[in-house]
C-alpha cells in the first residue's frame, strides 16, 4: 500500500487539514475549566453518538477485526452485538442518567459523593494509570502499523500523530475532541463501507461471497474449524472465542464496565446538554454500532475468499485494499485508518487530562482552584500527556516482543471487574456503603491478579505448574471471577456497617428522589 496515487493522498490531506481547523476553532470558545473537560455542558446527542463509536474503534480495531475476522470467522462480530450494544442500552436508562444529574465531571467523583474519597483515589488512580500508559501504546501500535502498511518510519509516525493530535486536543479540549470524532467517524464508516460494497460487487454479492467461503474450508484454506460466517463457537473451539467466554465474561463484566465506568466513554455524555441528549446519544451510538462488524468485519471474509493462504490475519485488509480498492478509495481507506487512531488517543489524552486536574489536583492539592484556574492546569496536563505519550511510544519500539498491547489489555481486565460490581451496587443498592465498596474493589483486584498468575507457566525445579482455566482469552474468564468476588465483599461487609445517611446518597441512588441538575 506503499504506492498512493496522488487523489489518495489528497483525501488524507483534505482530512487532516479539516480536523485541524475544527478543533482549532473551537478552541477558541473555551474560556473556563467546564468548557475544556466538559464542552460547557453544551453537547448535542448526535454529535456525542458519533464521538462514542469513534473512541471505541481505533486503527488497531480495523486492521485487528478484519484480521480476526479471516482467521476465525465471524465469531469476532460479538464483540460488538453482545459486547456492546446491549451494554450502551442499559447505560442509558439506568446509569446516565443518574451520572448526569450529578453533575460530576468523572466517575471516581460520582463515586465520592456515593461513597468517600477513598473510593474515588482508587478508581483515580487506576484509570489514569492506564490511560496514561494507554496513549503511548496506541502511538506506538499506530506507528508500527502504518510502517507494515505504509513503509513510514515509526518515529516519524509517532511524533506527527501526536502533533496532529495534541493540537486541536489543546485548543478545544473535549468539544474539540467530540466534533473532530463526527467527522472521524463519518470518515471511518464511508471509508470501510466503500471497501465493503466493491469487494461484494467483485465476488457477485453476499451469496457469491458465501459460495466462495465454502470453498476455501473445503480446501483447508482457514484455519478454523466453524464455518466462517459462525456467530457462535463452542467452548473447546481453537479460536479465542468460545461462547462462554463471549457471553459471560465479556457480555456481562467487561463490555458493561467499559460503557459505564470508563471515564473516556462516559465523559462524553456528561458534556450533554440535557438529560435527553445523554440517553440518546448512547442509543445512537448503538444504533451505530451495529452496523460496525459488517463494514469491518466482513471485508475480512472477503479478503479470505479472495487471497486464502496469508501468514497473518492482520495481513488480510491492507492486503485487500491494495489489490482491489481502485484510486481513491485507497485514500478513503487510509483516511479512515488515520480517522481511527487520531479519534481513540484524542480520547484518552483529553479524559486522562480530565481525572488527573479534578481526582487528583482540584480535590487533594488546590479545591479552591477557579474554573480560569483549571482550564490553565487541564492545557498543561494535557501537553504532558503528549509528551509523555511520545516517550513511552518510542520507549516500546526499543523492547522486544510484540505482546505489550495485550499486557495493558489484561490489566485493564484487573479493576473493570471490580470496579463495575462498585458501581453496580452503589447505584442500584442503596444498603452499599464505603468500606464495602473500598473492600469489594481491592479484593477484586487481588482476586483477579491471582488468577492471571495461576494462567503463567512456571517451572520449580522438575517441576511445571501448568496454567489453569485455558479456555480462550483467559481475561474473559478471571474478569467473571474478580466481578464476582468483588460483588460479594461488597455486599457483606456494607451489611456488617453503618448504613450510608439518606441525605448523602439522596440523588445518587436509582429511583430515590432524582435531584435537579446541579
Not at 8 to 15: F, G
Not at 118 to 141: D, E, H, T, Y
Not at 211 to 237: F, K, Y
Request: hydrophobic share 55%; net charge neutral; charged share 10%.
Amino acid at each position: 500500500m506503499g504506492n498512493l496515487a496522488y487523489i489518495d493522498l489528497l483525501i488524507v490531506v483534505v482530512y487532516i487539514v479539516g480536523t485541524l481547523v475544527l478543533g482549532i476553532t473551537l478552541g477558541r470558545r473555551m474560556s473556563t475549566g467546564k468548557d475544556f473537560f466538559l464542552a460547557g455542558r453544551t453537547l448535542p446527542w448526535w454529535a456525542i453518538g458519533f464521538s462514542l463509536v469513534a473512541t471505541d474503534i481505533g486503527g488497531t480495531d480495523i486492521i485487528g477485526v478484519g484480521g480476526a475476522a479471516y482467521s476465525y470467522g465471524m465469531a469476532v462480530a460479538n464483540f460488538e452485538w453482545i459486547g456492546c450494544i446491549p451494554a450502551m442500552v442499559v447505560a442509558a436508562f439506568l446509569f446516565v442518567p443518574i451520572f448526569w444529574r450529578a453533575g460530576v465531571y468523572t466517575i471516581p467523583e460520582f463515586l465520592e459523593r456515593r461513597f468517600d474519597a477513598r473510593v474515588r483515589s482508587a478508581l483515580a488512580v487506576c484509570w489514569f494509570a492506564f490511560m496514561a500508559c494507554n496513549i503511548g501504546i496506541m502511538l506506538f501500535a499506530s506507528a508500527r502499523m502504518m510502517q507494515v502498511l505504509f513503509g513510514w518510519d515509526p518515529v516519524v509516525c509517532v511524533l506527527t500523530m501526536a502533533a496532529l493530535v495534541g493540537v486541536y486536543t489543546l485548543a478545544g479540549g473535549l468539544a474539540a475532541v467530540v466534533y473532530t470524532d463526527v467527522i472521524q467517524c463519518i470518515v471511518l464508516i464511508g471509508g470501510c463501507l466503500l471497501v465493503l460494497v466493491v469487494g461484494l460487487v467483485d465476488l457477485g454479492g453476499v451469496s457469491g461471497l458465501r459460495a466462495a467461503l465454502e470453498a476455501v474450508q473445503a480446501s483447508g484454506g482457514t484455519a478454523a474449524a466453524a464455518h466462517p460466517t459462525d456467530l457462535i463457537l463452542p467452548l473447546d473451539t481453537p479460536t479465542p472465542f468460545p461462547w462462554a467466554g463471549i457471553y459471560f465474561g465479556l457480555g456481562m463484566i467487561l463490555g458493561p464496565a467499559y460503557w459505564i465506568g470508563n471515564q473516556a466513554i462516559v465523559q462524553r455524555s456528561l458534556g450533554a446538554r440535557t438529560e435527553f441528549d445523554a440517553k440518546a446519544s448512547y442509543i445512537w451510538g448503538a444504533l451505530l454500532k451495529n452496523l460496525l462488524p459488517v463494514i469491518i468485519a466482513v471485508p475480512g471474509l472477503i479478503a479470505l475468499a479472495k487471497y486464502p493462504g496469508l501468514a497473518q490475519g492482520d495481513e488480510a485488509l491492507p492486503t485487500l485494499v491494495a489489490h482491489m480498492m481502485p484510486v481513491g478509495v485507497r485514500g478513503l481507506f487510509l483516511a479512515a485508518f488515520l480517522a481511527a487512531l487520531m479519534s481513540s488517543v484524542d480520547s484518552y489524552v483529553n479524559s486522562a487530562a480530565t481525572l488527573l486536574t479534578n481526582d487528583l489536583y482540584k480535590r487533594f492539592l488546590n479545591p479552591a482552584a477557579s474554573d480560569e484556574r483549571l482550564l490553565r492546569i487541564g492545557r498543561t496536563v494535557t501537553a504532558g500527556l503528549i509528551l509523555w505519550g511520545i516517550l513511552f511510544a518510542l520507549y516500546l519500539s526499543r523492547l522486544e516482543g510484540s505482546g505489550i498491547y495485550a499486557i495493558f489489555q489484561t490489566l485493564l481486565a484487573f479493576f473493570q471487574g471490580p470496579a463495575l460490581a462498585v458501581l453496580l451496587t452503589g447505584v442500584l443498592w442503596r444498603r452499599a456503603t464505603a468500606p464495602g465498596a473500598l473492600t469489594g474493589f481491592v479484593g477484586g483486584v487481588l482476586c483477579a491478579v491471582t488468577l492471571f498468575a495461576m494462567n503463567q507457566p512456571a517451572v520449580y525445579g522438575p517441576m511445571q505448574w501448568q496454567p489453569l482455566f485455558r479456555i480462550g482469552e483467559p481475561f474473559l474468564y478471571f474478569s467473571i471471577w474478580a466481578f464476582l468476588v468483588a460483588l460479594v465483599l461488597v455486599i457483606v461487609v456494607s451489611l456488617l456497617t453503618e448504613p450510608e445517611a439518606d441525605d448523602k446518597i439522596r440523588g445518587l441512588v436509582y429511583g430515590r428522589d432524582l435531584p435537579e441538575r446541579r
